[in-house]
Nanobody, 120 residues
Framework: QVQLEESGGGLVQPGESLRLSCAAS????????MGWYRQAPGKQRELVAD???????NYADSVKGRFTISRDNAKNTVYLQMSSLTPEDTAVYYC??????????????WGQGTQVTVSS
């Protein structure tokens, strides 16, 4: 069984920063990619950023230059450093991981979500 434990959400004012962390544990043979999605009220869940095992990174256009994704392979942990936050960044942020559990089988996993609220 695989678990994703998120931390770091909260309430901040516009312009401030926040750092999210997501640690994966359990039956993980090899991680394909880890990343962050978010879902604001009334909107679809969208990709914020992800990083694959080769180090390739994708960012949503709306966060480029403000958010930085990084990972610690030894800890199976991914981080999202968020800066210059705006109210439009308010959402539930979900950690996502695609990983092999053995040589053949791979699955997608989701964290429980952490609320990020940007408000003055």
């Amino acid at each position: 069984q695989v678990q994703l434990e998120e931390s770091g959400g909260g309430l901040v004012q516009p312009g401030e920063s926040l750092r999210l962390s997501c640690a994966a544990s359990g039956s993980i043979f090899a991680i394909i990619a880890m990343g962050w999605y978010r879902q604001a009220p009334g909107k679809q869940r969208e990709l914020v950023a992800d990083i694959n095992r080769g180090g390739g990174i994708n960012y949503a256009d709306s966060v480029k230059g403000r958010f930085t994704i990084s990972r610690d392979n030894a800890k199976n942990t991914v981080y999202l450093q968020m800066s210059s936050l705006t109210p439009e960044d308010t959402a539930v942020y979900y950690c996502n991981m695609r990983a092999y559990s053995d040589y053949v089988r791979h699955d997608e996993y989701w964290g429980q979500g952490t609320q990020v609220t940007v408000s003055s």
